[in-house]
Structure formats: C-alpha cells, structure tokens
C-alpha cells in the first residue's frame, strides 16, 4: 500500500471512519478504507436486499 494511503486508512480507523482517496494520476486500488467484518457484513446485506439479482454496482467499492 502506497504511504499516503497506508496514513489515510490509520487515521480513519483510529476514528472508526472510512477514508476516500482520490489519484488521478496514478492507479488507485487503495481509494477506500477496508471495512471491518461488522460494515462488510451490513454492506453486503443492503447491496443484496436493494439489488437482488447483482446489478447495482457489480464488483464495485466492495462486494
């Protein structure tokens, strides 16, 4: 994980948050905080009941 981000998503842990990385310039697979197990869990429930059959977003932010 590039420094910046690896800073970005320390701090926002230490705060229970979630960080957004914006690069333009650069490749960004580090542009989100990773979620704990509990807001991974809760994020995969709203995608599933809003978007049954998995087309809201496929592979996108998380899954």
Same mark, same amino acid.
């Given at each position: @994980? %590039?420094?910046? /981000? #690896? $800073? +970005? $998503? &320390?701090?926002?842990?230490?705060? $229970?948050?979630? =960080?957004? &990385?914006?690069? /333009?310039?650069?490749?960004?697979?580090? %542009?989100?905080?990773? +979620?704990? #197990? =509990? %807001?991974? $869990? @809760?994020?995969? @429930? +709203?995608?599933r %009941? &809003?978007a049954?059959?998995?087309?809201?977003?496929? =592979?996108? +932010?998380? /899954?």
């Open positions: @994980m %590039a420094t910046q /981000a #690896a $800073h +970005l $998503h &320390r701090t926002a842990a230490r705060y $229970h948050a979630i =960080g957004w &990385r914006f690069a /333009a310039d650069e490749h960004n697979e580090d %542009a989100f905080t990773p +979620l704990s #197990a =509990g %807001a991974a $869990h @809760m994020n995969q @429930m +709203l995608k %009941a &809003r049954p059959q998995g087309i809201f977003n496929p =592979g996108k +932010l998380y /899954a």
